[in-house]
Structures are given as structure tokens and as C-alpha cells.
């Protein structure tokens, strides 16, 4: 590997399951250009029906959203987001006006992962029809939990991604958070990188990670594809895949064997 390389990238590693992976949640998602018509339900319903073998339970959400001028509050906005859930509510897809999501909080392989997201792509392809996507992103949460890995922090992780947890002002930190964005190499996407100590009762993302009643070390890793490039859905899966090898390759790099070994590494 060259000093110019990254380190994750030159050389992807192997999937490495663990039995009891400190993952929170897994998600992909494509957003393209606003598409009114998916906030009806006649709409909506073929992609339901193509996808409800699997997705069987149907919750819709309105969201909204403020607008604030000079004046104050000028406009307030409401808009439909479908969640199609599995039996169990591992698993969800989310349609909305302007994206579609696949997110789990039980997550087994790369491979069964990116084929439940190509079952739903195809069914937003024939259904929904966007010819365009805006950006493509897969996103990985960990957290590390519990007072004895908390304690053993520093050994799971690298010293560059410990920080002030590797030192003896660990015992006096509240939180400690860093963000990072790195280019992958042949303009094959962005990843962005956040990382650090949360309080208990906190979370940095209220919409992916529940807080919990005790300190904990995150990382959420989301790499990213942000161009405008057509749907076309052998070259998105072939991103999708690209992008999760490099959010797993960078994962490995943060960790180290003994992180491996705690979570129960298969042999």
C-alpha cells in the first residue's frame, strides 16, 4: 500500500460476522427529484403490493416542515411518509415524496441486505418510476455499550479514533464527538465519518439511534454516491455494494482484533 492509498480501500477485507455485533442499525436510501403524486394512496398501493410479502405492515407518518422569514413563520408544510414494516419490525422501507429507505436493526450479511434493498428498488422502478436519482447512500451505526467495554474502550479501538478516551481525561469526559469526511478512491463516493462518546439519555440522531440509559462510544459511518445519475438498477446495486465494502473496510480499520474477539468473532 502507498502512503497516498487509503488504508481501508486498498485491500477490502472480508465480512467477519459476529455473534453479538454492536450494530444499531443499518440503512440505505436513494433520493431523487420530488414526485407530488407518491403522497396518494392509490398511488402508492402497486408498490405496496409488490413488496407486501414481505413488508406486510403499513404505517403511514405525516411529517412537517417550517419555513421561517424575517416575518416569523411563513409556511408550514406536511408530508406523507410510508413505512412498510416486516412481522417482526427489524426491517422497514420508507417512501416518501423525495426518497426511499430500507433500514434494519437486525442485519446478518452485506449480501441479504443489498438483496432486500434491490427488491425494493426494483418495485420503486416499476411502480413509482423516478428516472433519476440524487443521491445514493448506505449507512452503518455501532455502538459500544456497557461499563466494561467502556472501560476497555482504548484496546477496541484505534488510538487515532480514540482520542482523549485513550488518556487519562477519560474519566472526566462527558462526550466527546468528532466528524470526519473522506473521498473514496476513483471518485467512487464520499464517506462521512462521526464518532466519540455520548451521554446517557443522548443520542446524535434521534431518527436512527435510540438513546440509552448509560454512556456509549457510536460509530456511524454513511457513505455516499451525491450526483444525479439514472436509475438504472444494475449500476445502482454495483454502487450500493461498492459503497457498503467501503463502509465495512473503514469499520475494520477502526477497530482491532480484540473488538473482533469481544463481540464474538465465528471461527
Known amino acids: 500500500m502507498s502512503a497516498n492509498e487509503i488504508p481501508w480501500a486498498a485491500e477490502p477485507p472480508a465480512e467477519v460476522p459476529l455473534e453479538h455485533a454492536p450494530l444499531v442499525r443499518v440503512i440505505a436510501q436513494v433520493r431523487f427529484p420530488v414526485i407530488a403524486s407518491v403522497g396518494k394512496q ?15 405492515v403499513l404505517r403511514p407518518e405525516q411529517s412537517r416542515g417550517v419555513v421561517i422569514g424575517p416575518q416569523g413563520v411563513v409556511d408550514t408544510r406536511t408530508s406523507s411518509v410510508w413505512r412498510f414494516q416486516d412481522s417482526t419490525g427489524g426491517w422497514r422501507v420508507s417512501l416518501a415524496p423525495d426518497f426511499l429507505a430500507l433500514e434494519t436493526t437486525k442485519y ?8 432486500r434493498f434491490e427488491r425494493v428498488l426494483v418495485a420503486l422502478r416499476e411502480c413509482i418510476d423516478p428516472q433519476v436519482i440524487d443521491r445514493l447512500g448506505v449507512r452503518y451505526i455501532d455502538r459500544v455499550s456497557g461499563e466494561e467495554n467502556m472501560r476497555d474502550l482504548p484496546a477496541l479501538i484505534r488510538p487515532e479514533v480514540a482520542g482523549v478516551m485513550a488518556t487519562p481525561l477519560a474519566l472526566h469526559t462527558l462526550q466527546a464527538l468528532s ?12 464517506l462521512i465519518a462521526r464518532w466519540g462518546l455520548v451521554p446517557a439519555h443522548s443520542t446524535v440522531d434521534p431518527a436512527a439511534v435510540d438513546p440509552i440509559e448509560e454512556p456509549s462510544w457510536l460509530l456511524d459511518a454513511d457513505a455516499f ?15 450500493a455494494r461498492n459503497l457498503a465494502v467501503n463502509v465495512y473496510g473503514f469499520f475494520r480499520w477502526v477497530v482491532t482484533d480484540e473488538f473482533l474477539k469481544r463481540y464474538g468473532e465465528a471461527r
Open 225 to 239: 454516491l451525491g450526483d444525479t445519475r439514472p436509475l438504472y438498477i444494475a449500476d445502482v446495486m454495483a454502487q
Open 42 to 56: 392509490d398511488f402508492i398501493a402497486p408498490f405496496q403490493e409488490m413488496i407486501r410479502r414481505e413488508y406486510p
Open 108 to 115: 446478518t450479511s452485506r449480501d441479504d441486505f443489498l438483496g
Open 179 to 190: 466528524e470526519n469526511m473522506f473521498s473514496l478512491p476513483g471518485g467512487a463516493g464520499q
